[in-house]
């Protein structure tokens, strides 16, 4: 059976058919609605990738939708009263849900007789317990505006985790993972039989692990110090944090090849940039050999995870008295893994493919 992927973004569409496993066809349309830009609007731009493509036996679209709040656990068959519950959460994702429904909403009108499947980057934490997603603030204010951990980046977590424990021949119902997913944007979790146990992103993709923009962690009083003291609006603060910050913010660029580079070159900001960076992994990898009670497994994916060996090496340094150690011969090499063998912990490099668990996750919810 055929699942046609659609990550709609408020200017881009990326698109990918698959049949089974096997990749058909994929692109991407940009810079809609902008002067020369492939598509005048998300409309046209769907039109465009339906009429580039074979859709004879297609089962289902897949959309990748990035905020599901505390309603959806898995993949969900979008009709009208899940469109519109998806619509209530735009508020905790003013930037991304709009663009999913806007791709939604054209994909049935194009497509009204094929199943739209919404699969949703929170739907893997809402395992986390609740004393793994409730911040200790005023508890009536929580409650009222939606204020919660939900944690991100789950198609990829859970697709990497289920890859390791094949990988390693662990029974999935049992093995402790934990998974750095290493991009642009960047968080980790606990995944415990599969299951996320605990997660570094929060309320929104902002909190925990240091990325290429975003700040990661931060003691909110930078936020109050910033606008009381500084005397910045609130909507510079925001900016400040989430695009000129991270690397950017520390070393002046986002790309941590470059990142690297300098450091080689000994320059200080790209080497306090690229200290941080591994320092709040390995304090997050710490938090979580606590939450699982030790893990089987510690897997790096996405840009920086898949491809830096010294990234891996650096967040992961002195940690063999917790029976974590990489085989550097093997981590230079890019192997799948590479700590040593016989090592208590297993080390692995896993690329992600959020894709294709779309489209898995899409087939699945078909079936049931
Ligand atoms: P992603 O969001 O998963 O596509 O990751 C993008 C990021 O991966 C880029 O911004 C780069 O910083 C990083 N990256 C890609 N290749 C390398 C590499 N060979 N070494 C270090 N970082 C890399």
């Not at 902008?34 to 409309?43: F, I, M, Y």
């Not at 194009?110 to 699969?119: C, F, G, S």
């Not at 306090?272 to 699982?292: N, P, Q, S, T």
Request: glycine share 10%.
């Amino acid at each position: 059976m055929k699942i046609l992927v659609l990550n709609t973004g408020s200017s881009s569409v990326k698109y990918r058919l698959f049949d089974g496993t096997t990749t058909l066809a994929k692109g991407l349309i940009e810079r809609i609605g902008e002067a020369g830009g492939d598509a005048g609007d998300h409309e046209a731009a769907l039109q465009r990738v339906m009429a580039s493509i074979d859709l004879s036996g297609l089962g289902a679209v897949g959309h990748r939708v990035v905020h599901g709040g505390s309603e959806f656990g898995k993949a969900t068959v979008v009709d009208d009263e899940v469109f519109a519950v998806i619509e209530g959460l735009i508020p905790l994702a003013p930037l991304h849900n709009p663009a999913a429904l806007s791709g939604i909403a054209v994909a049935r009108k194009l497509l009204p007789d094929v199943p739209q499947i919404a699969v949703f980057d929170t739907a893997f934490h809402q395992t986390i317990p609740p004393d793994g997603v409730a911040y200790a603030i005023d508890a009536s204010l929580a409650e009222r505006w939606q204020i919660r951990r939900y944690g991100f980046h789950g198609t990829s977590h859970a697709y990497v985790a289920r890859q390791t424990a094949e990988l390693l021949d662990l029974p999935a119902e049992e093995a402790k993972v934990i998974t750095l997913h290493l991009g642009n944007g960047a968080s980790a979790c606990a995944v415990s039989g599969g299951r996320s146990v605990a997660t570094s992103m929060g309320m929104s993709p902002q909190s925990g692990l240091v990325m290429g923009t975003r700040s990661g962690d931060v003691d909110p009083t930078v936020i109050f110090h910033l606008h009381r003291v500084a005397g910045l609006p609130i909507d510079e603060i925001e900016r400040s944090l989430t695009r000129f910050a991270g690397l950017q913010g520390l070393a002046g660029e986002n790309d941590m090849r470059a990142v690297q580079e300098r450091l080689t070159a000994g320059d200080s900001a790209a080497t306090l940039a690229f200290d941080v960076y591994c320092r709040r992994i390995k304090e997050y990898v710490g938090a979580y050999l606590a939450i699982l009670g030790g893990a089987d497994a510690i897997t790096f994916t996405a840009g920086v995870g898949e491809n830096s060996p010294q990234v891996r090496s650096a967040a992961l340094s002195g940690l063999s008295a917790l029976g974590i150690t990489i085989d550097e011969t093997r981590n230079a090499r890019g192997a799948r893994i590479i700590s040593p063998d016989n090592a208590r912990v297993k080390i692995c490099v896993v690329p992600t493919d959020e894709e294709l668990e779309i489209a898995q996750q899409a087939t699945a919810e078909l079936r049931t």
